[in-house]
């Protein structure tokens, strides 16, 4: 009896053998696992097309395409998770293991599989997967990180308009658009009169209330995709 191997993963066997696939199918079945059979290469890539599996234990040797083939559209259809592949084979020469790792396997068990080396290979795979995971998703938040500074960096912390540095970049992108397309482009710059004296007067507070009041009324005129608002400096 194959040892559990914590999380239960759904597991594609692909084997021309049902003799094969019924024992590995029994094994896996026992230790909690979801089992996908497929007896040849097109079966195979249809289910894993249809229903993800976590891994996929391959025979090497099947008739018309063999795992060596099916292992290079498995990869090829993977859609940016990696999905561990076992070979499965009756060879037990170097040959045979750099083929099937060149072909985009990632580990290689010579039949009959024993239920503890499977064991074992299953819970270095799902390891491997946990890794990924945690990896996807730090990957996630450095992305949203980085976001947030691109955002910060570029507006202005006060009105929340561009500020000059998003301004310029945005007046860089806008001016090739319209040279490509041959379309007019409009630029408005305004300053609040007597703003110093509001601002002496007021105080401070004021002066930023003030500021943030007449941003979000330029702001409220910016209808179009490509209208932007920007604080420039200070009061304009």
């Known amino acids: 009896m194959i040892p559990e191997t914590g ?6 066997v692909v084997d021309d053998d049902s ?11 026992r230790a909690g696992h979801r ?3 497929a007896h040849n290469a097109d079966w195979a890539l249809d289910l894993f097309q249809r229903h993800r599996p976590d ?9 018309e395409r063999d795992g060596y083939w099916l292992a290079r559209q498995l990869r090829e259809r993977e859609t940016g998770q990696w999905t561990p592949i076992i070979f499965l084979s009756g060879r037990d020469h170097d040959e045979d293991l750099a083929q099937g ?3 985009g396997g990632d580990d290689y068990l010579v039949k009959p599989v024993s239920a503890l080396v499977l064991a074992a290979k299953l819970r270095a795979m799902s390891r491997l997967m946990a890794m990924q995971r945690r990896l996807l998703e730090l990957s996630a938040q450095l992305r949203l990180s980085n976001e947030h500074l691109q955002h910060l960096s570029e507006h202005d912390p006060m009105t929340m308009l561009l500020n000059r540095r998003g301004f310029e970049a945005r007046l860089t992108n806008a001016i090739g658009v319209a040279r490509r397309g041959q379309s007019p482009l409009t630029l408005m710059l305004c300053d609040l ?3 110093k004296l509001y ?3 007021m105080g401070h507070a004021a002066g930023d209330a003030c500021l943030r009041q007449v941003g979000g009324l330029i702001r409220e005129t910016c209808r179009r995709p490509t209208d932007e608002a920007v604080r420039y400096g200070g009061e304009e």
Do not use: G
């Open 55 to 63: 891994l996929v234990l391959l025979d090497v040797v099947m008739p």
């Open 199 to 201: 601002n002496d007067t």
């Open 35 to 37: 089992v996908l059979e």
């Open 193 to 195: 009169d007597h703003f």
């Open 19 to 29: 003799a094969v696939r019924a024992h590995l199918a029994a094994l896996l079945d």
């Open 7 to 12: 999380s239960p993963l759904t597991i594609l």
């Open 101 to 103: 790792l060149e072909a």
